[in-house]
């Protein structure tokens, strides 16, 4: 059965740091490529980061460019997203995303999501 389990969210103060991470029970987990979505209250969900499947090519929204660091240790089949300076405007239920392809190629190319977990930013 295949399993995405995210952890690390919770509540922070705006300027702060969380560290997500996502434990995935996959098939075939280091040859493809994984990514980050959110979602916030009232909104359709974006795009936030994306990794290739061997770690060396990684893709942001330009939104999160430069504070958010996206990446993955195939030996733990996990997924790690780095936030920092964190803003309210980033509060948000954050997901993983098993993409089928070594490579990020765009959303279509998602084959499993995980349930999300959820990120709270004060102001």
């Known amino acids: 059965q295949v399993q995405l389990v995210e952890s690390g969210g919770g509540l922070v103060q705006a300027g702060g740091s969380l560290r997500l991470s996502c434990t995935a029970s996959?098939?075939?987990?280091?040859?493809?490529?994984m990514a980050w979505f959110r979602q916030a209250p009232g909104k359709e969900r974006e795009f936030v980061a994306a990794?290739?499947?061997?770690?060396?090519?990684?893709s942001y929204a330009d939104s999160v460019k430069g504070r958010f660091i996206i990446s993955r240790d195939n030996a733990k089949s996990e997924v790690y997203l780095q936030m920092n300076s964190l803003k309210p405007e980033d509060t948000a239920v954050y997901s993983c995303?098993?993409?089928?392809?070594?490579?990020?190629?765009?959303?279509?190319?998602?084959?499993?999501w995980g349930q999300g977990t959820q990120v709270t930013v004060s102001s």
């Open positions: 990794i290739n499947w061997v770690g060396l090519r990684t």
């Open positions: 996959v098939r075939d987990f280091k040859n493809n490529a």
């Open positions: 995303a098993f993409h089928y392809g070594g490579d990020w190629a765009g959303v279509r190319f998602i084959k499993y």
